[in-house]
């Protein structure tokens, strides 16, 4: 698509609601590599990574930047049912 074409769809399109995001950790091997930010080798590496130190391996893949930054609003860093959500 040239940029064009793009900058005249973008002004026709919007998207109305919130995102769902999801726990890699929760997520089945074959809904993971369906997203479009995800391939197949970031999937094994998500599936791979122990369920007791999740949360710390996932962070280290964003902080080395092995994780497409688009991915982020999209995933819970953490298990979301051990959050606290403070009002």
Same mark, same amino acid.
């Given at each position: 698509?040239?940029?064009?074409?793009?900058?005249?769809?973008?002004?026709?399109?919007?998207?109305?609601? !919130?995102?769902? %995001?999801?726990?890699?950790? *929760?997520?089945?091997?074959?809904? @993971?590599?369906?997203?479009? #930010? &995800?391939d197949?080798?970031?999937?094994?590496?998500?599936?791979?990574?122990?369920?007791?130190?999740?949360?710390? !391996?996932?962070? %280290?893949?964003?902080?080395? *930047?092995?994780?497409?930054?688009? @991915?982020?609003?999209?995933? #819970? &860093?953490?298990?979301?049912?051990?959050?606290?959500?403070?009002?």
């Amino acid at each position: 698509i040239t940029d064009e074409n793009y900058n005249a769809l973008t002004k026709r399109l919007f998207v109305e609601g !919130e995102i769902e %995001k999801f726990y890699p950790a *929760g997520t089945s091997f074959k809904n @993971l590599v369906r997203h479009p #930010y &995800i391939d197949y080798e970031t999937t094994k590496l998500l599936k791979s990574f122990s369920i007791m130190n999740y949360s710390e !391996e996932l962070q %280290k893949l964003i902080d080395k *930047g092995k994780i497409d930054e688009r @991915l982020l609003p999209y995933i #819970y &860093i953490s298990d979301p049912e051990s959050v606290t959500i403070k009002n």
